[in-house]
């Protein structure tokens, strides 16, 4: 079956623009989540969602990052007034659920969006 | 989430087992160690996780010791396509807490 895909692959951004990203999770599965990744590091969360709503946002680094899941699928990660700082690899990951069931707690990780802030 | 220490780097030659440790002396007792590997430019992938008990599933084995202070991830027969980032992770969240695991270099 199809894996977590994400859109677009590369994105290569003015400094000052706003940029979207998107992420298309696995069919079924209630948890989404978004990392960053800059360049030779492991990656750091950012936020979580379980369905549509927004369980976690600790990891945003500033008010310019915004997620959301309108209806508990698809997700969309938005950077406004981008920065050089903001260039990194944002990855997105789901999994059927968060519960300490350990069959369920698997994170399927998409390929990633590299965005690049000039 | 507990704080996981691994060694930077290590190599390995083609064929044989690779055994990469993690330390995690300050796990609590409801957090499981959780092994994830990123190939280059690709996501991360799950290989394994445990609580207590060893496991062994079709990727790799995963060795805890008794207090539950370290862990062993072991790869029975590596092969180039098992070079990568390995990262050893203790949680009992959703969010996974990456540190900056271990590159493993699997050579011919």
């Known amino acids: 079956g199809a894996g977590v895909s994400q859109s677009p692959r590369y994105k290569v951004a003015k400094r000052g623009q706003d940029v979207a990203l998107r992420c298309d999770p696995i069919?079924?599965?209630?948890?989404l989540f978004w990392y960053q990744q800059a360049l030779g590091q492991g990656p750091e969360f950012l936020t979580y969602?379980?369905?549509?709503?927004?369980?976690?946002k600790s990891g945003l680094p500033s008010d310019r990052f915004f997620a959301e899941r309108p209806e508990g699928s698809v997700s969309t990660l938005k950077i406004q007034r981008t920065q050089q700082e903001d260039s990194a690899v944002y990855l997105c990951?789901?999994?059927?659920?968060?519960?300490?069931?350990?069959?369920?707690?698997?994170?399927?990780f998409g390929p990633g969006t590299r965005l690049t802030v000039l | 989430d507990a704080k996981t220490t691994q060694p930077p780097s290590m190599d390995c030659a083609e064929g044989r087992a690779a055994n990469l440790p993690c330390n995690h002396s300050?796990?609590?007792?409801?957090?499981?160690v959780y092994w994830y590997r990123q190939i280059h430019s690709q996501g991360p992938q799950y290989i394994i996780h445990?609580?207590?008990n060893n496991e062994t599933n079709e990727m790799a084995s995963l060795i805890i010791t008794e207090d539950r202070k370290s862990s062993t991830l072991i790869l029975p027969h590596a092969t180039l396509r098992d070079t990568a980032v390995y990262y050893c992770?203790?949680?009992?969240?959703?969010?996974?807490?990456f540190g900056q695991g271990t590159t493993l270099q699997v050579k011919p």
């Open positions: 992770i203790a949680r009992n969240t959703g969010k996974l807490i």
């Open positions: 300050t796990i609590s007792g409801n957090e499981y």
């Open positions: 969602f379980q369905n549509e709503a927004q369980l976690d």
């Open positions: 990951a789901s999994s059927l659920r968060t519960s300490g069931e350990r069959a369920y707690n698997e994170q399927f």
């Open positions: 445990g609580l207590k």
């Open positions: 069919s079924g599965h209630v948890s």
